[in-house]
């Protein structure tokens, strides 16, 4: 299938095949993704999911780290992270309540015991000091452009720690735009990690947090948007 994937015990690829078969049944009643073919579920969503953890054994010396998930919908990357690390510490979150009430359900289901889930949205719970700069790594997949997803997302990142955001390959311009508002906030980008998916390149953007983020950051949704 994928390197990804091929590398899980067999238990976890079971969780995996199970969390596969709900987010088909799921999706025939409440649309949860537009990706619905189990083969393209475990390259396009899982796999993909798994990205993260690559790059993050690779960058990190914590047995334990922390990750918190911003936007996590049907729960990519936080939940297929959560089976392939369990001693990881994973937080969900997602402002919308039928996602978030699926990933529940997924975490009952698989007998998850490493992830919180938080239905909310991230620009406000990044305010809350139970969660600000608390976390090793924020990830964000399919979430906003960076510049949105860094505003987003930094407040949750410790000193040190990165933002991870998926994106696909041809970046640059994105990058350059978003510039301005990753100094301002504190960060900066590390080099990108590049990874395959049956010959289609995606990179992770990692972004880096070298001081701490503002307490205006991040802003109201519409002020972010803007
Ligand atoms: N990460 C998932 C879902 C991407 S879709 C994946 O890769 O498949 C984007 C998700 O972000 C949606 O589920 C939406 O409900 C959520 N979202 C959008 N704005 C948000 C915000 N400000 N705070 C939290 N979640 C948000």
Known sequence: MHPFVDNLSDEQKGKLRIFCE????ENAVHNLTAINESGQIWLRHFAD?????????NHVKAVSPAIIDIGSGAGFPCLPVAIAKP?????SVDSTGKKINFQRMIVRQLGLQNVEIINGRAEELAHKPSLREKFDFAAARAFANLAITAEAGLGFVRLGGELLAWKSSNIAAELAEAQNIIGELGGRTLEIFNYSLAERNFVIVPIQK???????YPRAWGKIKR
């Open 22 to 25: 709900l987010l088909q049944r």
């Open 210 to 216: 070298i001081a701490a983020t503002p307490k205006k």
């Open 87 to 91: 001693y990881w510490r994973i937080t």
């Open 49 to 57: 999911s798994l990205a993260a953890a690559e790059y993050i054994e």
